[in-house]
């Protein structure tokens, strides 16, 4: 079925004087609106006017300009049924049998330029959207070209065929359309409802559309025999960009986020290593070096193959440590020009660098039992202006520093979560287990394995203590501070301890589980 006539409304204009010179070679008759059709003409092109089909000019300020029984017609009519033809002749229509249209940019024009809804509107397609659909559903008859990087492919097709394209391949311009209208209306959709971009909620809606595209397919999941992908919205807003270094892992996407994210919540120069989702080193110094060597310090075997996170510049200087041990990842706001030129002697590490963790999604998703769990992320919460202090022993301002970084990093170690910190690093930590006192075992021995000083250190607890004992052995160990949430039944026993013990105890009031 060959193509006599086509209409063309495009708000993108890329290629488009290239696809009408083509289709002009191949004596195929242009319909076209508006600016389109302005843009057509002024290339040299005869152009026939969508009004001298209609008979109507365009109304509304344009909102109804394509939205016709002759244009729906044309298009829709099923030229193997002979009712449809005659009623198409007695519309005095005409036979449309290639649409090409791409729709006004509603994101990039409503959304990134944050509008107001009485504005925005203006940018909600609504000739386009519904001819290319009617396109693709008489896809048998018609053939509906919906972005501008079809064009190309579709010449090339033509002049394979003859012109008569074969229904597989109509079929797949059909499906195409779909995939993209369905994109469209899910963000406006998300963008009226409060949910635009997917980066903040203001309530937790009762619907949630996900209009997400593969923007790496990475070579397995967490194993080897696990398929994997990373999908975002749109790649544009993606704050973070990869210099150097092979593909990234799907372990290694959430590790550094944590690296990155942790570290910038300080403002003097902070270094973090996560290592299996956990952080296994955190330093602050007087530079990034230092704040480096103390976040190994921490954990001088476990950071062997880490994900290390700066919030500072890498420079040269720094570069020239980093390269010496066996890294995954870097990731930082910056890279100096020589740091760069230093690690391409490494050229399987992966140098990440990011703008602003504070950019990246509010919330996390996952699939269980068949739907999905949806949550806020746990952003760090500041409750040391309202900090209990529960014991007769109150903090001086070195122990208060320590309490507050202690409480910054526990809530990025996986449950039941214990940290000892002083005010400048991570001492040990203890994650991810069954038993709360297992935890603090875990994270003293830690510290003795690395013969770390526990003199002055705080212990941080992602939630509360339900029974007194794993205050012994942090006092035992030298720890005199200790920060939790509270909200025991046995409060008053664990706080009555506390003092016999000499400690500070402090109640956050707020719990930090991880998952």
Request: proline letters at 3%; hydrophobic letters at 40%; charged letters at 25%.
């Amino acid at each position: 079925m060959k193509i006599k006539r086509a209409l063309i409304s495009v708000w993108d204009k890329d290629s488009i004087i290239d696809l009408a010179r083509f289709l002009r070679s191949e004596k195929i008759e242009i319909i076209s609106t508006g600016g389109t059709k302005r843009v057509l003409e002024e290339a040299g092109f005869s152009i026939t006017s969508i009004s001298t089909l209609t008979g109507i000019t365009s109304l509304m300020d344009g909102r109804v300009k394509t939205l016709h029984p002759k244009v729906f017609g044309g298009i829709l009519a099923d030229r193997n049924n002979q009712k449809h033809m005659r009623d198409l002749e007695e519309l005095m229509g005409l036979e449309i049998d290639l649409v090409v249209i791409n729709f006004y940019p509603f994101v990039k024009e409503a959304v990134n330029k944050k509008m107001k809804f009485s504005q925005a509107i203006e940018f909600i397609d609504i000739g386009g959207p519904s001819m290319i659909r009617a396109a693709a559903k008489n896809y048998q008859s018609v053939i509906p070209l919906c972005s501008s990087k079809q064009y190309s492919g579709f010449i090339e097709c033509y002049k394979n065929y003859g012109g008569d394209f074969p229904q597989e391949i109509r079929q797949e311009y059909a499906a195409k359309v779909f995939s993209l209208t369905s994109d469209y209306e899910k963000e406006i959709s998300n963008y009226l409802s409060g949910f635009n971009n997917l980066k903040t909620v203001k309530k937790m809606q009762k619907k949630i559309n996900l209009n997400l595209k593969q923007d790496a397919e990475l070579r397995y999941g967490e194993n080897p025999h696990q398929k994997a992908g990373f999908y975002v919205e749109d790649k544009s807003n993606l704050n973070w960009f990869q210099i150097q270094g092979k593909q990234l892992s799907y372990n290694n996407y959430s590790d550094m986020e944590s690296a990155f994210k942790i570290s910038s919540e300080f403002s003097r120069p902070s270094c973090t290593i996560i290592k299996h989702s956990n952080p296994c080193g955190f330093g602050l110094g007087v530079d990034s070096k230092e704040a480096y060597e103390r976040a190994v310090s921490t954990d001088p075997v476990s950071y062997f193959g880490g994900i290390v996170g700066f919030n500072k510049e890498v420079d040269s200087e720094l570069a020239k440590i980093l390269v010496k041990p066996f890294l995954e990842c870097i990731i930082a706001p910056s890279f100096s020009e020589g740091a760069k030129q230093i690690f391409t002697k490494k050229k399987n590490l992966r140098i990440i660098t990011i703008d602003d963790a504070s950019n990246s999604d509010n919330f996390s998703i996952r699939s269980v039992l068949g739907g999905y769990l949806y949550q806020e992320k746990d952003d760090y919460i500041d409750v040391f202006n309202n900090l209990k202090i529960v014991t007769k022993r109150k903090p001086n301002n070195i122990e208060l520093e320590s309490m507050k970084l202690g409480w910054k990093l526990v809530r990025h170690v996986k449950s039941n979560a214990i940290v000892l910190a002083n005010e400048y690093q991570l001492l040990g930590v203890g994650a991810g287990q069954m038993s709360r006192i297992d935890s603090v075992k875990i994270a003293v021995q830690k510290v003795n394995d690395t013969n770390l000083n526990l003199a002055g250190s705080i212990m941080a607890s992602d939630a509360f203590f339900p029974f007194s004992d794993s205050l012994h052995i942090a006092s035992d160990a030298g720890i005199k501070v200790i920060i939790q949430p509270g909200g025991s039944i046995k409060d008053d026993e664990v706080i009555e301890e506390a003092n016999n013990l000499g400690l500070v105890m402090a109640f956050t009031g707020i719990r930090h589980f991880l998952h």
